[in-house]
């Protein structure tokens, strides 16, 4: 049963009237904001540090393998890099002996 904000304030007044001002506030203050229903357990707690709890397992999984795969780039990468450098100075090397061949001519 939900209780709105006007009738929990009614009830404060009440009870501040046949318990005093400090008992029926402190009173109130135990109470929570909405129905008992939708206040959380302590299994409901525990339900989601699991769920939360897994989450955080699958996401270090899917983290190391990324990383595994960023580290595979990297390799390719500076393979890769190394190829062109010898490709580029066999290419060079060789415009330079055409030239000088072209230049004995």
């Known amino acids: 049963m939900h209780v709105s904000e006007a009738q929990r304030f009614e009830m404060q007044l009440a009870l501040r009237r046949v318990l005093g001002d400090e008992m029926g506030d402190r009173l109130m203050e135990h109470l929570p904001p909405v129905g008992w229903s939708e206040v959380a357990l302590s299994r409901d ?38 190829a062109m450098i010898t490709v580029s100075v066999a290419i060079l090397g060789l415009m330079v002996q055409l030239n000088l061949a072209i230049a004995q001519l």
């Open 45 to 82: 707690v525990d339900a989601l540090r699991r769920d939360v709890d897994a989450l955080r397992r699958d996401f270090e999984s899917f983290r190391a393998e990324m990383m595994r795969e960023i580290a595979g780039i990297r390799s390719s990468i500076r393979v890769l890099t190394g």
